[in-house]
């Protein structure tokens, strides 16, 4: 049989009211009530968790990744404000191009409030988020468009990760649940650029007549942005130039160019397999020889990458094509011209021309 003394009991309650005190005491510090004024809140304690997921597994040098980021507090009871949030893509280190970042793709739940902006590193590699306020249960959820890079040529296997912070101050009681990350692999396409030319005349065209021709750029291999160019020469007479140009097919810019031997033909972010036809007008100069010969003038087109994956040295032969027209020269025109002398009769006096009369050689 068990006997407790009142001595021992009342030993026992003075214990469990100091206890009680201690907790006492500790809560309202914590909700910062000391003295009997109101003290500026301490530090937050929370659990923030990340997990980053991509649309894909596997993607072409140029494709675009969507990556999608959730971010949970799993606190019972405290608000993780501040926390900023980093999404680190190796294979957009060096690229310039535009992520798509609107804050209108993020959804939130728990009365978490959205990230207000996205700030890009200055290497292109990473994308950071500031979630201003994420209440304990709440989560934010938000994608970034990452598109292809294929300008630096990494690929193959790559580790994409997201990692979330608490703000200064703040502490994290778990760690390890503060990164994630995602494989996925990013294959190499092959570049392949071609450029023809055709339409023009078969036969021999007139001497300072002007004709066209239809040049042809197409891109078989990975999205890129090519540079074109068109060249007239041979022998050219004097004013053979390339007058106008106009695009037949496909997508570019629209050229006004002034009327020249040579044009440049920028073409942005030609999608793989896309192709632009263009049509030149040229004109002829007009001469003429002592014979009549017939003279040639040569059109030169190539195209090359303006920025991005440059072509394997076994892809390139197409990369320039020539075609070359007749032009009927004519036989310049001969004359011999001469003057003969006439003997001229004076008169003797002016008076001796009568008014209105003769006068002749």
């Not at 002007?210 to 068109?230: I, K, Q, Y």
């Not at 632009?276 to 030169?300: E, K, Q």
Request: proline letters at 5%; one cysteine or more.
């Amino acid at each position: 049989m068990l006997k407790f003394s009142v001595a021992d009991s009342w030993s026992r309650q003075r214990s469990r009211g100091a206890k009680r005190r201690s907790l006492l005491v500790a809560v309202l510090a914590a909700i910062g009530v000391l003295g009997g004024g109101v003290t500026a809140a301490s530090a937050a304690t929370v659990d923030l968790t990340i997990n980053v997921t991509s649309d894909k597994g596997t993607y072409a040098i140029d494709d675009a990744a969507v990556y999608t980021i959730r971010v949970d507090n799993r606190s019972d009871r405290e608000t993780a404000a501040g926390a900023t949030v980093v999404l680190d893509v190796p294979n957009m280190a060096g690229s310039s191009s535009d992520w798509a970042t609107s804050v209108s793709a993020v959804t939130t739940g728990g009365g978490a409030d959205a990230p207000t902006a996205f700030v890009r590193s200055t290497d292109g590699q990473k994308v950071t988020a500031t979630l201003p306020s994420l209440p304990a249960g709440g989560w934010v959820s938000y994608a970034l468009t990452a598109p292809g890079n294929p300008a630096n040529g990494v690929h193959g296997s790559i580790v994409v990760s997201a990692t979330v912070a608490p703000a200064a101050g703040d502490t994290d009681v778990e760690l390890r649940t503060n990164t994630s990350t995602v494989g996925i692999v990013v294959y190499e396409e092959i570049a392949d650029y071609s450029t023809t030319l055709g339409g023009y005349p078969g036969s021999a065209v007139a001497d300072g007549a002007t004709f066209t021709a239809d040049v042809t750029f197409w891109n078989p291999g990975v999205s890129n942005t090519l540079a074109g160019s068109l060249e007239l020469a041979g022998d050219l007479a004097d004013g053979s130039r390339i007058v106008d140009i106009e695009l037949l097919s496909g997508v570019g810019p629209a050229l006004a160019i002034t009327p020249g031997t040579a044009v440049s033909i920028p073409m942005d972010a030609m999608v793989s397999g896309a192709s632009n036809v263009y049509r030149v007008s040229i004109a002829a100069g007009a001469t003429c020889t002592a014979t009549g010969t017939s003279r040639t003038l040569t059109l030169t087109s190539s195209v090359t990458p303006a920025g991005g994956v440059v072509e394997p040295a076994g892809q390139n032969g197409d990369n320039i094509a020539l075609a070359s027209v007749s032009v009927l020269t004519p036989v310049c025109l001969e004359a011999d011209v001469s003057v003969t002398s006439l003997a001229q009769t004076v008169p003797a006096a002016a008076a001796a021309l009568p008014a209105g009369g003769p006068f002749a050689f």
